[in-house]
Each structure stands twice: as C-alpha cells, then as structure tokens.
C-alpha cells in the first residue's frame, strides 16, 4: 500500500488545477414553495459554498479578522444609539433589542480570538493546528445570543407586571430603523466573508445579525401600538423579540453542532468522489473521508486501482489528488491510498 498526502504548496508551485467535470451539476435542496424557500436562503444560508472560494489560509484568516472588526464597530455604534434612546423613551422593547445588539456585538470578541489562533502552525500536542477554535467561538455565539434573549425576556415580563410609560414613542420608530440599517450590513458583510473563506462561525454570526435586524423592526410595531393607545405593546413586542431570537437561535445551534460532530455538506463528498472516479487508473473508491478544521477541509480516501506496479499507483494517487484540490479548493491535506484491485475486499 501507498501513502499520499497532498501537499498544498506543490499545487501552487507546479500551477495545478482542474475545474469541475462537464454536466456535473451541484443543486441545492430548499423547502418547497418560493417564500419558505427565500426565508431558508435568508436564515440558513449555505456553507457549503465555500469550496469555492480561496485557498490560501492566512488570506482566509485576515479577511475573517478584518470582517469582525468591522461588523464589530458597527454593532457597537448601533448599540450606543439605540441606548442613548432607551434612557429617553423607557422603551423595554428597545431596551431589549439594545441587549441582544450588545450581545452580538461581543460576540465578534471570541471569533477575532478565533481567527488569529487559527493562524498558528500545528504543535506536537494539537497536530491539526488550532482551526476548531472557529467552531468553539461557534458555539460561545450560540450560549451568549441565548442569555441575552433570557435577560430579555425577563425585563419585558417585569415591565408588564410593573407598567411604565413610554416617552417619545417616534424616537422608538427611529430606533428600529437604526438597528436594522445597523445588523443588516453587518450581516451581508459576514456571510459573505463566512461563505467565501469557509467560516461556518463567521456565517452563523453574519444570520444572527440578520435575526437582530428583523427583531429591531418589531421595535416599531411596539411604537405604533403605543401611538394607537396601547400602551402594553412595548413590553409584549420586548417578549415577543425574546421568543423570537430562542425560536430562530434553533437553525444555528444545529448548524455549529454539525461543525463540531465533523458533520460535512454531501455535496462536498460528491465533488471529491467525482473527481476520485473520473481520474485516469482509479476503479473504485472506498473510505472517503472529509472533516472541517476551521474554514479549511482534510481528510483521505482509498482508491481501487487497475496496476498492481508500486510505482504505478502512486502515480495514479497523485493525479487523482490534483483532481480532488481542483474539485475542493478549501483542501489542506488529503491522504490517499491506492490498493490494487485484488487487494480489495468485496464489500457486503
């Protein structure tokens, strides 16, 4: 048996790459009907686009620090507004919706910590480098959006035991506004930054920016049903953004425990089995294998090969590895074993 691995840097040395096979399409599942599945484009964006994007590590890992600097001053600006307001309205709703704001603002703290540790070379203790960091920093999202949502909740029922007046309810129209100009960019500029440099961290903090935005427009409900005389909707709408954040928080917490249980789009597997197949020499293929570190894709596969020559198969374990680093761009390493067809156990 030949090992290979794939060395990242020969690829660029040597200028190899293959783009994707003719006729192999990649298509993308969406709940049926065109507004659930514009809502599932918006919520649950797709990761897995990033096998499309840069290879280069240390490129991926400055954009993804960049990218959290800026969405990082942008929340904060929009948390000092919207708090400066909460002192002149007394609004729980917006006091809410300035929490969760602060919150998501925080948690660009652990994904700069995140980006930076993943730039360190691997260590005889952690020999995958520290690219699970994103995944962890993932995770804190998830835990802080939670407590803010909590603490939330907890002030607008105080507020409806305990009913105050709110003050310049106009200032709370201004309000919503802000927050949602204020999460909306800092969303598109996250997930767009997450897809391209494969961060399922950045791209979940970029949809929970998303989800404030819309939450702050529920600011301006709560101020129009004061206008109207109601004065009991600013805290009910303050519950209802609380409920909002745990119900939707839902679609994320799935996606950051796939991360971290090695869970792996199919459509990533597709595109190296395909590209495994189609290579010159190669029967069959067994144990594909691929796992996220960080925003960066290893893993390693078994081909069946029609040479029993040593030389020969390893020849064809290469070419076939240049094919899968032009199928999977996000590819650091990939370990392929050619075993020659009478080698090979049949599989049940």
């Known amino acids: 048996m030949v090992g290979y691995w794939h060395d990242h840097d020969h690829d660029h040395e040597h200028g190899y790459g293959y783009g994707h096979e003719p006729g192999h399409e990649h298509g993308h599942g969406h709940p049926n009907g065109r507004v659930k599945a514009w809502l599932y484009d918006l919520f649950v964006p797709h990761t897995h686009d990033s096998a499309d994007s840069v290879d280069d590590a240390l490129e991926a890992s400055t954009a993804g620090v960049r990218a959290v600097k800026i969405s990082l001053f942008v929340l904060l600006a929009t948390t000092v507004v919207q708090a400066v307001l909460v002192v002149a309205t007394g609004s729980v709703a917006l006091l809410a919706d300035t929490i969760h704001n602060f919150a998501d603002a925080l948690t660009a703290v652990p994904l700069w910590i995140a ?108 101020a129009v049903g004061v206008l109207l005389g109601f004065p009991l909707a600013d805290p009910i709408i303050g519950l209802l953004i609380a409920v909002s954040i745990m119900v939707l928080l839902w679609g994320t917490v799935k996606s950051v425990g796939a991360r971290l249980m090695d869970a792996v789009d199919p459509d990533l597997l597709d595109r190296a089995e395909h590209a495994l197949e189609h290579a010159e020499g190669v029967v069959a293929v067994r144990d594909l294998r691929l796992r996220w570190i960080g925003h960066r894709l290893t893993g390693s596969a078994t081909v069946q090969v029609d040479t029993h020559d040593l030389v020969d198969a390893s020849r064809i374990a290469d070419h076939a590895g240049l094919r899968v680093r032009g199928a999977l761009p996000n590819l650091d390493a990939f370990t392929i074993t050619p075993a020659p067809v009478a080698r090979l156990a049949p599989q049940d």
């Open 115 to 222: 980006f930076v540790l993943g730039r360190r070379v691997a260590t005889r203790r952690h020999t995958f480098g520290f690219g699970r960091a994103e995944d962890l920093a993932g995770l804190f999202i998830v835990i802080v959006v939670a407590l803010s949502a909590v603490v939330a909740g907890w002030e607008a029922i105080d507020r409806l035991v305990h009913p105050q007046p709110v003050q310049a309810p106009w200032l709370l129209v201004l309000a919503g506004l802000v927050g949602f100009a204020g999460n909306e960019v800092v969303a598109i500029y996250r997930i767009r930054v997450g897809r391209r440099i494969g961060s399922a961290a950045l791209v979940a903090d970029g949809v929970h920016a998303r989800l404030d935005g819309f939450t702050s427009l529920s600011v301006v409900l709560g």
